[in-house]
Every structure is written in C-alpha cells, then in structure tokens.
C-alpha cells in the first residue's frame, strides 16, 4: 500500500482512521474486518483513482493470484452493506464496469 502523509482520511458521513484502523459512518463506529479495511484504506487513500481487481488483490492481500476476482468483489460487497447508505447505488466505492474499482470523493450526493 502506498504511504499516506495524513492519519485521518475524511470524506462526507465517512472517517477512516489509519492509526487506529478505525472506520466511522456518520460519527459511529463500523466494524470491518482486516481484508475490508485494508481494502477502503487502499481505495480512499487515491480518491479517484482507478484500480484493477489485480491491484488491489495484490496490495491488500499482499499476494500474487490469477484467481482474485470472486476474493475482491466479496470484499467488495461486504464492503458496501457496511459503509453504504444503500449498497445498491453506492457513493463512496464505485465499478468501472470491465476496469475495476474507484473511492469517489465527491461522495456527498451532489
């Protein structure tokens, strides 16, 4: 993962708190596990950047695979039910359909 010049990462209703590895949606505490924080903490440390399934398997898991796909779109999933107002159209974790993956910074709905 790539080195992050702050200890808090703040975006609209959301907190991540990388010293503490904490994450809060709208003030409250979301218990997520090692591979879904690492995951956010990965994603939300670019905001806007593009990365492939590969990317982020291969960061966050600290492994090479050729089958990460079903591993990182479970995360994924997970991911959304926990930190997503509705996971169905989320704001913060966005798919690039055939591409991969983006945290969208512009997350506050307008």
């Known amino acids: 993962m790539q080195p992050v010049t702050s200890s808090v990462l703040s975006f609209p209703g959301l907190e991540i708190k990388l010293y503490q590895r904490r994450v809060l949606r ?4 979301v218990p997520l596990t090692r591979l879904e924080y690492g995951t ?13 399934q590969e990317q982020i398997f291969e960061a966050v898991w600290d492994m090479d695979s050729d089958s990460c796909h079903s591993s990182v779109v479970n995360v994924i999933y ?3 039910k ?6 169905r159209n989320p704001m913060y974790i966005k798919t690039l ?14």
């Open 40 to 52: 956010l903490a990965y994603l939300a440390s670019s905001p806007g950047r593009v990365f492939t």
């Open 97 to 110: 359909l055939g591409v991969g993956y983006k945290f969208d910074m512009q997350s506050s709905g307008g």
């Open 26 to 29: 709208d003030g409250e505490d």
């Open 78 to 80: 997970n991911l959304r």
């Open 82 to 87: 926990k930190i997503e107002a509705d996971s």
